[in-house]
Structure formats: C-alpha cells, structure tokens
C-alpha cells in the first residue's frame, strides 16, 4: 500500500510540473515577433529613413470619380453637378457613390454639357487640370474638384477588425491602414506580410517583413487603391494551446484525486 501511494503521487507530481510548463508556453509569445520596425543593431543610434514618394495612381475603367464645379453664380454651375436635392439621404456615405461619375469600359467619363472626357490612365491631378480646361471654354473663374471614389483596402487574415475600408485622404501607409482594422493579433506573422496590388498588367504579389526598417523606404510603405493585405497566422496558432481547454483538464486532474483517495 506504501508503494502504491509513493508511486500514485510521484505521477501526478511529474504531470503537475509537465501541465504547469505548458501553461507558460501557451501564455506568452516572444515580445520579439511582436515589434515592428526594430533595431537590429546594438546600438541606439537615431536613423533617419525618407519614405519615397507615393506613385500616383492612375484612374482605370470602372472606377468612381467625384467631380464638382464651384464658382460664384452656384445657379449657372449646377448644371455642370450632379447632386442629390435629398439632403438626408445625402449624409449617407452611400451618396458619395450616387453623386459620382463612373469610368466606362473604354476609359472616358460622360460629364454633364461637355460630353465624354478621357481619363484613363490619368493621375486625379491630371484629371483634374483636363476638366479644368473643357469647363474654362464655357465659365469663367470656375473651380474643380475632383476625387476618387472607389479608394478601398481589404485587410484580411490576423487582424483584430479585418474587412474592407473605405480611405478618404489622398494616401495612406500600411501602418495606418493597420490601425483601422484595430492593429494585427498577437498571432499576426509580422515577419511575411502578402501584399495584393492590381496593375496594368495583372496581379502582383509582394512580401513584407514590418520587423525590417527598410519597409519605410518601400515603395510598398504606401498603399494604392485596392490594394489587398493578408496576415499569415505564426506556427504557435496552429498548436492551438491559447485555446485548449485546461480548466477542464485541471478539474479533471482534481475529481480524479479525490476519487482515488475515496477509494483508498
């Protein structure tokens, strides 16, 4: 019986430490996977990093244009708007869309009392100034404003809001596009981020290291219209250890020892 007991609790002793050691591995990640942008030198050197420019995305078919003539006679230029007279309806962010001009098959846009405008493969500031020109025949002193409409991001994979967002400046990098969707998981791989960007000449598919400094010198630093960015999950996910039931296990372990010790 001496034996018995000695051998019964030599068990659970070994498999308390073996379940306590677990529960450390599964609470925590290295810190280190989770900065961004880090020093990988020793030293604490200031470096100065100039991000390049962003390209200027040029307008393609089947994008949305928001066009607006303003002067001072707003009678004469309304004919040259298209605007909704429903002004609840215009606090929608949907009337944005209503209110828009939208790029044919063939890259021109029918604007009202000019007629089709070529703007394909355009940059918003050459569409701008062209627009500016047509309506200059008709008006004088007339004002353009013209923007882009269909500016979307789709964040997918470990992010905490993950989904499609709406950008309403004219640029955004990639980190502020992941505070929209609420900063990546704990789980989020900083180390190999997929970036989706369409082009002319089809999809193209990029890498991104948010651990790597140079990413501020990218031309991936800022991001274009329709742009896609998918977060791999890191191997410690598939473990699934963050998720496994040990309360459970634990009362488990406990009813298991006081059954025994009933029974002895």
């Given at each position: 019986?001496?034996?018995?007991?000695?051998?019964?609790?030599?068990?659970?002793?070994?498999?308390?430490?073996?379940?306590?050691?677990?529960?450390?591995?599964?609470?925590?990640?290295?810190?280190?996977?989770?900065?961004?942008?880090?020093?990988?030198?020793?030293?604490?050197?200031?470096?100065?990093?100039?991000?390049?420019?962003?390209?200027?995305?040029?307008?393609?078919?089947?994008?949305?244009?928001?066009?607006?003539?303003?002067?001072?006679?707003?009678?004469?230029?309304?004919?040259?708007?298209?605007?909704?007279?429903?002004?609840?309806?215009?606090?929608?962010?949907?009337?944005?869309?209503?209110?828009?001009?939208?790029?044919?098959?063939?890259?021109?846009?029918?604007?009202?009392?000019?007629?089709?405008?070529?703007?394909?493969?355009?940059?918003?500031?050459?569409?701008?100034?062209?627009?500016?020109?047509?309506?200059?025949?008709?008006?004088?002193?007339?004002?353009?404003?013209?923007?882009?409409?269909?500016?979307?991001?789709?964040?997918?994979?470990?992010?905490?809001?993950?989904?499609?967002?709406t950008v309403y400046n004219d640029k955004?990098?990639?980190?502020?596009?992941?505070?929209?969707?609420?900063?990546?998981?704990?789980?989020?791989?900083?180390?190999?981020?997929?970036?989706?960007?369409?082009?002319?000449?089809?999809?193209?598919?990029?890498?991104?290291?948010?651990?790597?400094?140079?990413?501020?010198?990218?031309?991936?630093?800022?991001?274009?219209?329709?742009?896609?960015?998918?977060?791999?999950?890191?191997?410690?996910?598939?473990?699934?250890?963050?998720?496994?039931?040990?309360?459970?296990?634990?009362?488990?372990?406990?009813?298991?020892?006081?059954?025994?010790?009933?029974?002895?």
């Open positions: 019986m001496t034996f018995f007991k000695t051998d019964k609790y030599r068990f659970f002793k070994t498999f308390g430490i073996i379940f306590f050691l677990l529960l450390i591995v599964s609470s925590c990640i290295s810190t280190k996977k989770l900065k961004y942008i880090q020093n990988k030198s020793k030293d604490n050197v200031t470096n100065e990093f100039i991000p390049q420019q962003k390209v200027a995305y040029k307008i393609q078919p089947n994008d949305d244009l928001y066009i607006k003539i303003s002067g001072l006679d707003e009678e004469t230029y309304k004919f040259f708007n298209k605007e909704s007279s429903d002004r609840q309806y215009m606090s929608n962010n949907a009337s944005i869309y209503l209110n828009s001009y939208a790029v044919d098959d063939s890259g021109y846009v029918n604007f009202p009392f000019i007629g089709k405008i070529l703007v394909k493969n355009l940059t918003i500031e050459q569409t701008k100034e062209l627009i500016q020109k047509n309506v200059s025949e008709y008006l004088n002193q007339a004002t353009v404003f013209v923007k882009l409409v269909n500016y979307n991001i789709t964040l997918l994979g470990e992010f905490k809001n993950p989904g499609i967002y955004i990098s990639i980190m502020e596009a992941f505070g929209l969707a609420g900063d990546l998981t704990d789980y989020g791989n900083r180390k190999n981020i997929t970036l989706i960007r369409q082009t002319n000449q089809g999809s193209i598919v990029n890498y991104i290291d948010l651990t790597d400094k140079k990413l501020l010198q990218s031309e991936y630093y800022f991001l274009m219209p329709g742009d896609i960015i998918y977060v791999q999950p890191m191997r410690a996910k598939s473990l699934g250890l963050r998720t496994f039931p040990f309360a459970t296990l634990l009362s488990t372990i406990t009813t298991l020892i006081l059954v025994l010790n009933y029974i002895k």
